[in-house]
Structures are given as structure tokens and as C-alpha cells.
């Protein structure tokens, strides 16, 4: 059996200098006494023929692996997706609004908080503020990045498009007689790009291949864009081994426990964290979350048993601590490194998750410069619009701190999220 190409394996390349050695062999074999030597015309012809034999090599090895969606890229992955009819998704487009506060009053701010509504003309576009913007009489300007809600081509707008705030979305979150005047003075673009390689291919290697099952309804909520996880919690499903009479009748003559009496609903939960740029519930032009899974779960959720979709409790997660760095050590620097390491952290975390204590040391003490940290406690608080927290601290609405060394216990409906110019980090730096 060859030790090169499709083997037991997998598929092993070839490398040149086997191409090259066994290129000289048949030539010795063909022009017996030719001139082989490396300055020979014979022996540059056989280099430059082995150069695109390895070439090739390296195309069958593309194909080879393209054939599986663990390793498959570009086209090959997409027509991996095709057979099972998941399509490659578009990116939203981004750009950037100007947004004026028109009528100003004295000692009056207005905060338009992240994820504001903002809108174009006919047809309508909607768009939402990726970071919160804060004006009044000393600033009446405020220019915030901004990103479709819809992907797809149709999110990128002429400049100027973009020309207010959705009154919806107004008349819900924003409080006062205040005006604003929003503009884009660039194009939206992005919307023609497509989904990375890589959370293409996580897609399609999660794809659950059944119907009415746990896996496909926790799959189809999370395709909705803006979910970011999903709990399922079914009371009353799945075989209830406390009762005596478990594994003492035939399955086709009993019910696994009591039944239901008749006409009675079946509700199973579906807990759903998601961004917070994305609303809960439609606002305006924006479909909101809550709608958009309830619409996906029906499609996939057994006749006659129905989702009770509820919002994930969104846990703001931060610091309070003493860091010691070395003397000569960019203090700033650290900071943003720290808070950097913070976010992919805990983001890392889902619905549930504890934040460790010994992760959150480990974010300071592995950054170059940092010689120590002292006093951490970590600290939690409920996300924006005083959202109530059935955790661990019921109906919280301030800061609550733990003790050195204790980790922040997540409830079963809490997502640990973090904010790094919150009011929760509170990090004081000493120099040694």
C-alpha cells in the first residue's frame, strides 16, 4: 500500500523532494549516464515538473478534506451546507451616524442607550447604536458606530440615508420632549460579505438531523440572529423513574407516569439569552427576539405542545481589586489588556455559568507587567432597564460585591456578561 495520498490514516501529501528523488530515478533509469548534477538543464527541467507535480498534490489534499465539514473551506464547505440545507449567511452592515440633540434644555441629559432604533426613509432600514451616547446643552453632538439589524445587501445605504430615531423606539425608552436629528454622512457597508469559515462550519457541525426533539428546538432558536444561548426545560417530559410502577409495564399500555388530565396544555420553557443590541419584543421596524423564536420553535416543536419562550436574566459581571505592577509598566495598557481578557472570558461563559474566582485572578497575574493582585472581589449587578434577577439576590438593583476568594453562583436562567467601562470594574493600580 502507497505511503502517500489516501491512507488509513487520512490523506497524506507528498512532499517535493520525494517528487524530485523519484523524478531523478526514472531518468537515470531512461538516459542512463545523463547529467544529473544540480547545474544541469536535465535536473532544472525535473526541479521546475516536480514544483507543479506538488502543486497538484496539494489540490487532491484541498479535495480530500474538503469532503468533510471538520476541515472543508470556502466552496467545498458551502456545498456541504447545501446538502443539508443550511446556506451560508450574509454579514449585517455597519458604518457610522451623527447624532444631534435639536432642542436642548438647561441641566437637562438625555442618554440614548445602546442598541437605539435609528431609521431611513421609505423603504425603511433600521439600524442600532452599538454604544450608548450621552448629549446636552455643552455636547449636542455625538458620532456612534451603527449596525443593521437585517443582514444582507439591503442594509447598505447612500450617505444621508439614515435620518432620525425610530419614534417606536422613542416612545418606548426615551423619556422628555427631546428631538434628535440623526445622519450618516458615509455609506452603510458590509452587507455583501458573507459568514466566516469558521462559525459557518460550527453551524453545520451543530446541526441536529430529527424533528421534535430537544436538540432541534434549542437548534432552531439558536438560528435566530441576536441568540446567543438557549436553556430548555421540559417538567413534565422524559421517563419519571421516581413512580413504584417504572419498568413494570409494556410500553405500548401505559403511561410513563400520571397523565395529563384531557384538554389540559403542555408547556415546556425555552430560556433564551441574546445580545443586547437585539430588542426582546418588536419595537418599530425591528422584529424582536421573543417573536422571532417563538416563530422558529413552532416550526419544529411537536403538535400540540407548546413553547413558553422567557428571557434570560443578563448579569452585569465586574471587579473591584488592587493590581501591582512593575515599576516602568504602561498602567493604561494593562487596563486594556485586562479588560480585554476579562471579555473574552466571561463571554466565553453560558446560560448558567459560574464567573471562578481563580479565572478572574488568572486574567490579571498572566499579563505581562502585572506582579500581583490584591483585594478582588468580584461583583455583580442586573442588566440595563433594572431587568429583576431570580438569582441567587433576588429583585437586586445595586451592586452586590462577594468576598475575597468566593466565585459569583449563577442561577439556571442568568448569563454572566461583562462591560468594561461599567460601573462594576473598579481596579486601582500600584507601582512596585
Do not use: C
Not at 9 to 29: N, Q, T
Not at 82 to 106: F, H, K
Not at 401 to 423: K, Q, S
Amino acid at each position: 500500500m502507497t505511503d502517500f495520498g489516501v491512507t488509513p490514516s487520512g490523506f497524506v501529501l507528498k512532499p517535493v523532494d520525494v517528487l524530485l528523488d523519484e523524478a531523478i530515478e526514472r531518468a537515470r533509469s531512461v538516459f542512463p549516464g545523463a547529467d544529473l548534477t544540480t547545474t544541469s538543464a536535465l535536473r532544472k527541467i525535473l526541479e521546475t515538473t516536480a514544483a507543479e507535480d506538488g502543486e497538484l498534490w496539494k489540490r487532491l489534499e484541498d479535495l480530500y478534506f474538503g469532503n468533510f465539514m471538520s476541515t472543508a473551506t470556502g466552496d467545498a464547505l458551502d456545498q456541504l451546507g447545501e446538502d443539508v440545507g443550511v446556506a451560508r449567511r450574509q454579514l449585517a452592515s455597519t458604518g457610522t451616524v451623527r447624532i444631534t440633540l435639536d432642542n436642548p434644555a438647561a441641566g437637562e441629559r438625555h442618554v440614548l442607550p445602546e442598541g437605539t432604533v435609528v431609521v431611513t426613509g421609505e423603504p425603511v432600514r433600521a439600524f442600532g447604536t452599538v454604544a450608548p451616547v450621552t448629549l446636552d446643552t455643552a455636547t449636542r453632538t455625538a458620532d456612534v458606530d451603527v449596525v443593521a439589524f437585517g443582514r444582507g445587501p439591503d442594509g447598505d445605504v447612500d450617505a444621508g440615508a439614515i435620518t432620525a430615531v425610530d419614534p417606536a423606539f422613542q416612545a418606548q425608552f426615551l423619556t422628555g420632549t427631546a428631538r434628535f436629528t440623526v445622519t450618516n454622512r458615509a455609506a452603510t457597508t458590509g452587507g455583501t460579505g458573507r459568514e466566516p469559515d469558521e462559525s459557518y462550519r460550527n453551524r453545520l457541525l451543530g446541526l441536529a438531523r430529527n424533528l421534535w426533539t430537544v436538540d432541534a428546538v434549542a437548534q432552531a432558536a439558536l438560528g435566530v440572529d441576536g441568540v446567543v444561548d438557549v436553556v430548555l426545560s421540559d417538567p413534565l417530559g422524559g421517563v419519571d423513574v421516581s413512580q413504584s410502577l417504572f419498568d413494570l409495564f409494556n410500553f405500548d399500555q401505559r403511561a410513563f407516569s400520571s397523565e395529563r388530565r384531557v384538554g389540559e396544555p403542555y408547556f415546556f420553557t425555552v430560556v433564551v439569552a441574546h445580545d443586547p443590541l437585539q430588542k426582546w419584543h418588536t419595537v418599530g421596524p425591528v422584529e424582536g427576539i421573543f417573536e422571532r423564536v417563538t416563530t422558529a420553535v413552532d416550526a419544529v416543536r411537536p403538535i400540540g405542545i407548546h413553547a413558553n419562550v422567557v428571557e434570560a436574566d443578563h448579569i452585569e459581571v465586574g471587579v473591584r481589586a488592587t493590581a501591582v505592577i512593575a515599576s516602568g509598566s504602561d498602567g493604561t495598557a494593562l487596563l486594556s489588556s485586562i479588560r480585554r481578557r476579562l471579555a473574552a472570558d466571561i463571554g466565553a461563559l453560558r446560560l448558567g455559568g459560574d464567573v471562578l474566582y481563580s479565572q478572574v485572578v488568572r486574567a490579571f497575574v498572566e499579563q505581562p507587567g502585572v506582579l500581583d493582585v490584591q483585594n478582588l472581589h468580584l461583583r455583580r449587578s442586573p442588566a440595563a432597564f433594572g431587568r429583576i434577577t431570580f438569582g441567587d439576590v433576588p429583585f437586586q438593583r445595586v451592586v452586590a460585591e462577594a468576598a475575597v476568594g468566593e466565585n459569583l453562583a449563577m442561577g439556571p436562567t442568568e448569563l454572566a456578561t461583562f462591560v468594561a467601562d461599567g460601573d462594576t470594574l473598579d481596579v486601582t493600580l500600584v507601582i512596585r
